[in-house]
Antibody
Framework: QVQLVQSGAEVKKPGASVKVSCKAS????????MHWVRQAPGQGLEWMGR????????NYAQKFQGRVTMTRDTSISTAYMELSRLRSDDTAVYYC?????????????WGQGTLVTVSS | EIVLTQSPATLSLSPGERATLSCRAS??????LAWYQQKPGQAPRLLIY???NRATGIPARFSGSGSGTDFTLTISSLEPEDFAVYYC????????????FGQGTKLEIK
């Protein structure tokens, strides 16, 4: 069965960087885009970007351009999201999500989420 | 960039009642619209894709409709487990590649 398992919670100071991992299993990792979506406490969902695990190509939301880097390691079926120059308003749960087959742009599987807390 | 506006922000209903949730796009998104359900402390769950197709394992009481700019999620008869937050989401049809979520509708027990 498809599973996306994310790394554990992180606490970071303002200005630092954080790198969250998402290990995929149960399907061909290189066959589906992987997205990153975040959710600040009590707020809605916010798209950060996506990576093509086959080519490594990325598309980032304009808001995060220059601060976010999405990578992957196909040998261990793992995607990564690194966010730099952290601020207090980056405190959120970060999710990886697999884009479903087809052209509709929806997400059929999600990771469990990783809480990133930014605090001095 | 396309903006998705969901209404109402909060919907108070009782089990057994019919729920109608709306999602309006600032410009046409064709039928590339999805709906998700999120419960506290959980990741979102895909309910509907391509505006009207139920995802695997989703009960028949959930249905989606609409195209262009106006979309609706209907829950025909609310079960206790349906009280949650619902989000619509779309993907841009042309560059730049952008995926957008609505701000959510909270469905609460009356």
């Amino acid at each position: 069965q498809v599973q996306l398992v994310q790394s554990g919670a992180e606490v970071k100071k303002p200005g630092a960087s954080v790198k969250v991992s998402c290990k995929a299993s149960g399907y061909t990792f290189t066959g589906y885009y992987m997205h990153w979506v975040r959710q600040a406490p009590g707020q809605g969902l916010e798209w950060m970007g996506r990576i093509n695990p086959n080519s490594g190509g990325t598309n980032y939301a304009q808001k995060f351009q220059g601060r976010v880097t999405m990578t992957r390691d196909t040998s261990i079926s793992t995607a990564y999201m690194e966010l730099s120059r952290l601020r207090s308003d980056d405190t959120a749960v970060y999710y990886c999500a697999r884009e479903a087959p087809g052209l509709y742009g929806d997400y059929d599987y999600w990771g469990q989420g990783t809480l990133v807390t930014v605090s001095s | 960039e396309i903006v998705l506006t969901q209404s109402p922000a909060t919907l108070s209903l009782s089990p057994g009642e019919r729920a109608t949730l709306s999602c309006r796009a600032s410009q046409s998104v064709s039928s590339y619209l999805a709906w998700y359900q999120q419960k506290p402390g959980q990741a979102p769950r895909l309910l509907i894709y391509d505006a009207s197709n139920r995802a695997t394992g989703i009960p028949a009481r959930f249905s989606g409709s609409g195209s262009g700019t106006d979309f609706t999620l209907t829950i025909s008869s609310l079960e206790p487990e349906d009280f949650a937050v619902y989000y619509c989401q779309q993907r841009s049809n042309w560059p730049p590649i952008v995926y957008t979520f609505g701000q959510g509708t909270k469905l609460e027990i009356k």
